[in-house]
């Protein structure tokens, strides 16, 4: 039942950045634009979804329906052990949103990445000093990428 849960969770996601990719600027009248990338991974992201949803929906129809005497709390406490690292990583990503457009792109995607990595389980010193190298040179590479090459305007804070 998790499953269909996430799965509907993603393809309202998908929807909200198909939408979101078609106001993204253009700098011509090419067939492809700013938002050509983006609505191309949420159309993925949605046909995936609901293939998702679809398979659960047929493994359930042939499940034979057993009687739980379980509580709801109980039912409620599994699903959070089972998908914990998926409900912080969300939670984790829906923060890196909002904290995008006060401190900018940079200092948010860097911190990001950190945070997810340690909530994967990179916990040792060296881990997490890697990654936060890996992090910087990355954010760095992509944000002068796209502010130098493809002119695509990232949100600007009071960071970069």
């Not at 939670?91 to 997810?116: K, N, P, R």
């Not at 060296?126 to 944000?143: D, P, R």
């Amino acid at each position: 039942m998790g499953e269909i849960i996430i799965g509907l969770a993603l393809i309202a996601l998908g929807l909200i950045i198909y939408v979101q990719g078609g106001d993204l600027p253009s700098l011509n009248e090419a067939f492809f634009n700013a938002g050509s990338f983006p609505r191309l991974i949420a159309g993925l992201l949605i046909l995936l979804s609901l293939i998702l949803i679809l398979s659960k929906v047929l493994e359930l129809r042939k499940r034979k329906p057993v009687e739980d005497k379980v509580s709801n709390k109980e039912k409620m406490g599994s699903f959070y052990r089972e998908y914990r690292l998926v409900i912080l990583t969300t939670v984790v990503f829906f923060v890196y949103i909002f904290l995008l457009q006060f401190i900018g792109f940079v200092v948010s995607t860097i911190l990001f990445i950190i945070g997810a990595a340690i909530l994967i389980g990179y916990r040792k010193r060296k881990e997490v000093m890697t990654i936060s190298a890996v992090a910087v040179i990355l954010t760095l590479t992509i944000y002068f990428f796209f502010e130098n090459v493809l002119y695509v305007r990232f949100p600007s804070g009071i960071f970069i």
